[in-house]
């Protein structure tokens, strides 16, 4: 009998050893919910609000959309890789991942409601995945990635701060407003140029090419914040620069005023009466 035919004749197994593991993991954390919603004497699941599933050894986790007024969700100090089984758990506030072995993060833009998100002690490699994911979240104020791989990164705090906006508190550390303002001289050029230009009365580049005017579109309506001045023209620019241009050319004059001492006659010249006796003049010097 040749090699082909032995291998052939070989029973084929119902299910790999791989697919049971999974299935006993299932079924660990299926009995680990229902254990939950138990101790917590729920009836239905709309009045699950919280589950405590953290320190289980769980490498899998049973879809959790039926509770669809889960807000707090423990999986702290297990071995999951993913978060797949949350899928339609829009009003999860608060979700704790940290130590485990997560890797693939797929899925967390679909919990908008996060207030709080745990992901220290992962496996996490890639920054650009991670704020692709959280870029949507305009409720996320605490953020945790430290001991993960991507946290290696030079710039991981600053770049994790200028793509996370919202974010207050990033890895237990409070998010203050130079570490903002330094990520625009690093990651957006053209605003920081303008800020600078702007602040303080800067100077700028005031060149006017006719060839290109300058692109303005007047608003009816503005807020009340952007309102300067009753004297000030109200108009709102497509490119920056053209309002630091008008800025510069809207400065306030400055004028210098001095005696011009050439029509003053001398004291000789006023008993010889040899100039006309006319006024004194005054000379003026007005600077931008």
């Given at each position: 009998?040749?090699?082909?035919?032995?291998?052939?004749?070989?029973?084929?197994?119902?299910?790999?050893?791989?697919?049971?593991?999974?299935?006993?993991?299932?079924?660990?954390?299926?009995?680990?919910?229902?254990?939950?919603?138990?101790?917590?004497?729920?009836?239905?699941?709309?009045?699950?609000?919280?589950?405590?599933?953290?320190?289980?050894?769980?490498?899998?986790?049973?879809?959790?959309?039926?509770?669809?007024n889960l807000k707090y969700l423990w999986l702290h100090h297990n071995k999951l890789h993913g978060i797949a089984f949350l899928t339609r758990n829009y009003c999860l506030t608060e979700l704790?991942?940290?130590?485990?072995?997560?890797?693939?993060?797929?899925?967390?833009?679909?919990?908008?409601?996060?207030?709080?998100?745990?992901?220290?002690?992962?496996?996490?490699?890639?920054?650009?995945?991670?704020?692709?994911?959280?870029?949507?979240?305009?409720?996320?104020?605490?953020?945790?990635?430290?001991?993960?791989?991507?946290?290696?990164?030079?710039?991981?705090?600053?770049?994790?701060?200028?793509?996370?906006?919202?974010?207050?508190?990033?890895?237990?550390?409070?998010?203050?407003?130079?570490?903002?303002?330094?990520?625009?001289?690093?990651?957006?050029?053209?605003?920081?140029?303008?800020?600078?230009?702007?602040?303080?009365?800067?100077?700028?580049?005031?060149?006017?090419?006719?060839?290109?005017?300058?692109?303005?579109?007047?608003?009816?309506?503005?807020?009340?914040?952007?309102?300067?001045?009753?004297?000030?023209?109200?108009?709102v620019f497509d490119d920056p620069e053209d309002a630091v241009l008008v800025r510069s050319m809207k400065r306030s004059l400055m004028a210098i005023t001095s005696m011009n001492w050439d029509t003053v006659p001398t004291?000789?010249?006023?008993?010889?009466?040899?100039?006309?006796?006319?006024?004194?003049?005054?000379?003026?010097?007005?600077?931008?």
């Amino acid at each position: 009998m040749s090699r082909d035919q032995k291998s052939s004749s070989l029973p084929v197994l119902p299910c790999s050893r791989l697919q049971k593991k999974a299935k006993s993991s299932l079924q660990s954390s299926l009995q680990a919910v229902e254990d939950q919603v138990k101790i917590c004497g729920h009836r239905r699941d709309v009045d699950v609000f919280e589950l405590f599933l953290s320190k289980r050894e769980l490498t899998e986790v049973v879809d959790l959309s039926r509770f669809k007024n889960l807000k707090y969700l423990w999986l702290h100090h297990n071995k999951l890789h993913g978060i797949a089984f949350l899928t339609r758990n829009y009003c999860l506030t608060e979700l704790y991942l940290n130590n485990n072995a997560i890797f693939d993060i797929e899925g967390l833009h679909k919990l908008p409601s996060l207030h709080i998100l745990l992901l220290h002690h992962n496996e996490l490699t890639n920054t650009e995945v991670m704020v692709k994911e959280l870029k949507g979240m305009q409720n996320l104020k605490t953020l945790t990635l430290y001991q993960n791989p991507l946290s290696q990164y030079n710039l991981y705090r600053l770049t994790i701060i200028y793509h996370l906006p919202v974010v207050e508190l990033l890895d237990w550390k409070q998010v203050t407003e130079k570490e903002r303002r330094y990520n625009i001289t690093i990651f957006n050029h053209k605003k920081a140029h303008v800020i600078q230009s702007i602040a303080f009365g800067g100077k700028v580049d005031a060149s006017w090419n006719p060839k290109s005017p300058i692109r303005q579109k007047r608003v009816s309506r503005l807020p009340s914040d952007f309102a300067f001045g009753n004297n000030v023209n109200k108009t709102v620019f497509d490119d920056p620069e053209d309002a630091v241009l008008v800025r510069s050319m809207k400065r306030s004059l400055m004028a210098i005023t001095s005696m011009n001492w050439d029509t003053v006659p001398t004291r000789e010249e006023e008993y010889e009466e040899t100039k006309m006796m006319d006024s004194a003049q005054m000379m003026m010097l007005s600077l931008r």
